[in-house]
C-alpha cells in the first residue's frame, strides 16, 4: 500500500493491512520463523484496504506450553514437538495467561466472523451493480471511503482489532472493562449478521 495524499488519508491506520507471509517452496534450506500468535482473521477486502501491506499484528499470543509442529509437503510428513516457556520476567500465574489467550481467540473469531461478513456483502455488491443494493448494503457493513457508522461492521471489525491489541498489551486476566466492550461489540455483529442475511436472501 502506498502512502496516502496529504489531500486524501486513508479511513484507516495502515496498521489494519496484514503483509502475507508464505512458507518458501523452493528446495533447500528455507526458514519460517512462527511469531507465537494465532492466525489473524480473515482480512478485510476493499479497494481501501488490500489483504496484504504493513506487518502489524495484534492477535493473541499463544500461551506457555507444549506444542507440535507439522510440516507437509506433498504426501510428506513431519513433525517436531516445541516447548514454549514463560517469560520468567512476567511473574504471572500460568492459568491468567490461559484465560487471556481464551478471551484473545474470542476476539480473533468475532472479528474473522465480521471481516468475512463484510467481504461477502462487498462481494456481493461488485455483483449486482445496483444503486439500491448498495445504500442498504453501506449501512450495515460501512463506507470504506469515510468514516464507518458506529455499529457497521467496518466499525465493529475495528474496535476488535483495538480490543485485542489493550488484551495483549500486558500479560494477565483481561479486565471487566474489555469484556464489557466485547459483549457490546457481539450484540452489535449480531444485528449485523441477521440484517446481511435478509440482505442477501434470494427474495431481497
Not at 69 to 97: F, K
Amino acid at each position: 500500500m502506498s502512502p496516502a495524499s496529504p489531500e486524501r488519508p486513508p479511513p484507516f491506520a495502515e496498521s489494519w493491512i496484514r503483509a502475507s507471509r508464505p512458507l518458501p517452496a523452493q528446495a533447500g534450506l528455507n526458514r519460517f520463523v512462527w511469531d507465537l500468535r494465532i492466525a489473524p482473521p480473515e482480512p478485510l477486502r476493499t479497494a481501501q484496504l488490500p489483504a496484504n501491506g504493513v506487518e502489524d499484528d495484534p492477535w493473541a499470543l499463544v500461551p506457555p506450553g507444549s506444542y507440535r509442529v507439522r510440516l507437509t509437503a506433498g504426501e510428506q510428513n513431519q513433525s517436531q514437538p516445541l516447548e514454549i516457556r514463560q517469560d520468567p520476567r512476567a511473574a504471572v500465574p500460568r492459568g491468567e495467561l490461559i484465560e487471556q489467550y481464551a478471551f484473545g481467540r474470542q476476539i480473533r473469531d468475532e472479528a474473522d466472523k465480521t471481516n468475512r461478513a463484510f467481504n461477502r456483502i462487498e462481494a456481493e455488491r461488485r455483483k449486482r451493480k445496483s444503486s439500491t443494493f448498495d445504500e442498504r448494503a453501506l449501512a450495515i457493513a460501512g463506507n470504506a471511503d469515510g468514516w464507518p457508522a458506529e455499529g457497521s461492521l467496518l466499525d465493529v471489525s475495528g474496535r476488535l482489532e483495538a480490543l485485542a491489541r489493550v488484551v495483549g498489551s500486558a500479560d494477565g486476566l483481561p479486565t471487566q472493562a474489555s469484556r464489557e466492550v466485547f459483549a457490546l461489540l457481539d450484540r452489535q455483529l449480531a444485528a449485523r449478521l441477521v440484517e446481511a442475511q435478509r440482505l442477501q436472501s434470494p427474495q431481497r
